[in-house]
């Protein structure tokens, strides 16, 4: 029976076997201890030796008359390291059953830079809420919304942390080894 390839075997196979990956980070969550960013990094740490970036999501509200003056100059940075990224890790957290407005604006903005930068990209998708499907409504419509962009939403490891207030030790490590094996 055909399994689901896995996002580290995917980037795997993008690259050369001597090459270090270069993963972007994107957190949808801007606050300072979210839990999200924490996930993004222990999921980043699970690919050991690697080239990372972590986004800056802090943009201007997207706005057609702004863009009608200029791309923005960190919407501009955004997309490239999105082009030259190998892969993605991007998490998602649940606003009211749905992709927080800041990882919308993000991809909004990202869509309008020139050149299609999340063209088959593989992409990590995962997330973390404190409710108890862990943000699944939000991941679909994250998932929809990167899939509509051309990235490649990796089929495994879908990590969705659930009740996540009590899910993560205080250096940023997952508490329980299921969600520990699961990002790993
Ligand atoms: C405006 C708002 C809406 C929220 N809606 C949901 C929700 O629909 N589902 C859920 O599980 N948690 C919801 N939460 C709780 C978040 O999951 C929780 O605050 C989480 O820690 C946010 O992610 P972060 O730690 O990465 O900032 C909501 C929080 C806020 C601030």
Excluded at 19 to 26: D, F, N, T, V
Excluded at 71 to 98: C, F, H, R, W
Aim: glycine share 10%; with cysteine.
């Amino acid at each position: 029976m055909e399994r689901a390839i896995s996002g580290k075997e995917l980037t795997t196979q993008r690259r050369t076997p001597t090459a270090i990956p270069k993963i972007l980070g994107i957190s949808g969550s801007l606050r300072e201890a979210s839990f999200n960013t924490q996930l993004m990094k222990a999921a980043i740490a699970s690919y050991g030796t690697a080239d990372v970036e972590i986004a800056d999501l802090n943009l201007p509200l997207y706005d057609g008359d702004l863009e009608a003056k200029g791309i923005p100059e960190m919407v501009t940075k955004l997309g490239a390291q999105i082009a030259a990224a190998d892969m993605l890790i991007v998490a998602s957290p649940e606003y009211n059953k749905g992709i927080s407005g800041v990882l919308k604006n993000a991809l909004d903005w990202a869509s309008r830079v020139p050149g299609t930068v999340f063209a088959a990209k593989p992409t990590l998708l995962i997330g973390a809420a404190a409710g108890r499907t862990g943000g699944e409504t939000a991941y679909f419509m994250t998932r929809n919304c990167l899939s509509q962009l051309g990235a490649v939403v990796l089929a495994t490891p879908a990590v969705l942390v659930a009740g996540v207030h009590n899910e993560f030790n205080e250096d940023g490590t997952l508490k329980s080894e299921q969600y520990q094996k699961s990002i790993g």
